[in-house]
């Protein structure tokens, strides 16, 4: 892959896989580095002896990592994507662990290796696709309304900063969506890297058929949501990497205007039938990792699955788990399973039935039927005390009911009561361990 040499690189270390050396990217908060591996990788980060300690997460992986004279070693035995620290190296580094990508011949737009290219913002249509293949970056947004059988795809980069205010001739959108997708069937959003946005990443309104893999996200500004799910039906989101000042991975059902985004009632679907597996996910200091709320405008959201997931931080206000409820809708039949929290500062578990600054309906909702299964979390010595749950309902017509933990632990310690975790309730009933 060819980056364009006007792409800020990271100058304080390198990165070989299997004797290569990749570019090290970088943003104003973090490094990235994409590079290419056939299932097994030997990683040598060469940083000339200066940083003392490294942290590779997933730490459930086990990554042994060896240190050299001149930086430090490791192998992976699959693709996989990381979050790493150096001790003392301003920015942390993620690492993007993808197999060698080929490219299909049957893109409608096609942006070649090497390139910057400046497009403001890309409409599509029916059976159409863009991709953008590694060492490209395409800076702007992609839109569709009504369309059907479309693709978002290829290892580059799509650069949101086109619609911050460069210079006069650019215009200037604080609400530009990266990927936007309204009212669409049969879509795929894969392989892409996204960084640099003004406000959400991924929105997807009242969308049917979705499938969002290996997605790698940057996002730093607040609002920089990752992956919206907004009114949309049979979802899957998996193998993605995601960094966001704001919720990770977030479900929601609203209508009027957003940016430059009007959201029609008609579209909007109940939400169901949506998946989350196999992601990393690094929550900033906006938002919450995995989140269902606040906007929820309808009878039901049900039938919601995350899995298998990493949340490797969760270091501002927001919580690792949430579901906020401020609109009419019941939100119920939710699943989280196989997940593992690394780091949280204020908040694990966040269920609350309540009004707020995002919400519009008169009557308030419910939260029924919610499982969490085979949770793993780690806690430091400064979570007790300072870290807090909350799950309440609003009053004894409107609870949070039928909560079930099954196999969560903390630290090494099997969550069998409350008195284990600084927790807050109000109008629950039938909260369950096991």
């Known amino acids: 892959m060819n980056y364009p040499t006007s792409m800020s690189i990271e100058k304080n270390f390198s990165v070989f896989v299997n004797g290569k050396e990749f570019h090290v990217l970088k943003t104003a908060e973090v490094s990235y580095v994409p590079v290419e591996y056939n299932g097994t990788a030997k990683v040598k980060i060469v940083t000339g002896g200066k940083y003392p300690n490294i942290s590779v997460s997933p730490k459930r992986l086990n990554i042994q990592v060896t240190k050299t004279a001149d930086g430090f070693e490791f192998e992976l035995n699959e693709n996989r994507h990381l979050y790493i620290e150096l001790e003392g190296a301003k920015l942390p580094l993620f690492f993007y662990g993808n197999k060698p990508e080929q490219y299909d011949g049957k893109a409608t737009h096609y942006f070649k290796s090497g390139a910057i290219y400046e497009v403001g913002e890309i409409t599509l249509n029916d059976n159409e696709s863009v991709y953008i293949e590694a060492g490209a970056v395409v800076r702007g947004n992609i839109h569709a309304l009504k369309a059907s059988n479309i693709k978002v795809y290829g290892q580059g980069i799509l650069d949101g900063s086109y ?5 006069w001739e650019r215009h200037y959108d604080k609400n530009r969506i990266c990927v936007c997708f309204q009212d669409c069937e049969n879509i795929e959003i894969k392989d892409v890297i996204m960084i640099e946005p003004t406000t959400w990443m991924i929105g997807i309104f009242g969308c049917k058929d979705v499938h969002i893999d290996n997605v790698k996200q940057i996002g730093e500004v607040v609002s920089s949501d990752g992956i919206d799910v ?20 977030v479900i929601k059902h609203m209508i009027g205007d957003y940016g430059h985004t009007k959201v029609e009632e008609e579209w909007l679907k109940k939400p169901g039938n949506i998946r989350a597996k196999n992601c990393l996910c690094y929550n900033a200091h906006a938002g919450n990792g995995l989140e269902i709320g606040h906007e929820l405008r309808c009878e039901t959201v049900e039938d919601i699955v995350f899995s298998d997931i990493d949340i490797v ?3 501002g206000q927001g919580a690792a788990f949430s579901i906020h409820v401020g609109d009419r809708a019941t939100v119920k039949n939710i699943l989280f399973e196989n997940i593992y929290v690394e780091h949280y500062y204020d908040k694990l578990f966040d269920f609350r039935v309540m009004k707020s600054r995002f919400n519009r309906d008169v009557e308030y909702g419910r939260i029924q039927d ?4 085979n949770i793993y979390i780690t806690n ?5 005390g300072y870290s807090i749950s909350l799950i309440g309902g609003h009053d004894e017509e409107h609870k949070a009911e039928n909560i079930l933990f099954e196999n969560v632990y903390i630290n090494d310690d ?4 409350f008195r284990q975790i600084d927790i807050y309730t109000k109008f629950t009933e039938n909260i369950m361990f096991k």
């Open 163 to 167: 619609w911050w205010f460069h210079n």
């Open 230 to 249: 907004v009114g949309c039906q049979n979802v899957l989101i998996e193998n993605c990497c995601l960094r966001n000042n704001d919720d990770c991975i």
């Open 313 to 315: 931080q969760v270091v």
């Open 370 to 373: 919610v499982t969490f299964r």
């Open 380 to 384: 430091s010595e400064y979570n007790p």
């Open 414 to 417: 099997k969550l069998v009561d």
